[in-house]
């Protein structure tokens, strides 16, 4: 058993320091090709006329000037941001183990393997799933009223908060 837990665990750590991702790898192709001027929607054309060649991710793309992309990544203890100037990335900024990066597609894999990082993600599109959030956690019941005294809308609320998350 203990050997089988080493194995994972160095199976871990290797596959954190392997570079980059499927979904950074498409991410980056899809920087290049807004950098090249083409817009998404042939692109997504493109891919459906071609079964089996990658999706491309829908959505907007993250803020960043064109030809670049934005990425956060994790530190390994101890380290500091230091040294990833030296790949090319442009750190933005720097808190609590966590570094903001701005990169060309061309240094991403340099960045994703540098020794001082645990972690590396490039940012994607993301969109909100509230029409089968509400109905999986309950929500739309508490807007009709079900079973309640009133309905709860939302109505008159002067603060709320909502929270998308994200992975590392």
Do not use: N, W
Not at 23 to 47: F, K, N, T, W
Not at 51 to 57: E, L
């Amino acid at each position: 058993m203990r050997k089988f837990t080493l194995f994972l665990a160095i199976a871990a750590v290797t596959a954190s320091a392997a570079g980059l991702s499927p979904r950074d790898r498409m991410a980056l192709r899809h920087a290049q090709l807004r950098a090249e001027g083409s817009p998404i929607s042939q692109v997504r054309s493109r891919a459906a006329a071609h079964p089996g060649s990658a999706a491309v991710p829908s959505g907007t793309a993250p803020a960043a000037p064109s030809g670049t992309v934005m990425a956060m990544a994790q530190l390994r203890p101890g380290m500091t941001a230091d040294g990833l100037a030296e790949t090319g990335a442009t750190v933005l900024g720097e808190r609590h183990g966590f570094v903001f990066l701005e990169l060309t597609p061309d240094v991403a894999e340099a960045v994703a393997t540098h020794p001082s990082l645990k972690s590396f993600e490039i940012s994607r599109p993301v969109s909100a799933k509230l029409d089968e959030a509400r109905a999986i956690t309950g929500v739309d019941l508490v807007h009709q009223g079900y079973e309640l005294t009133q309905p709860y809308t939302g109505k008159g609320v002067v603060c709320g908060i909502v929270d998308g998350g994200f992975d590392l």
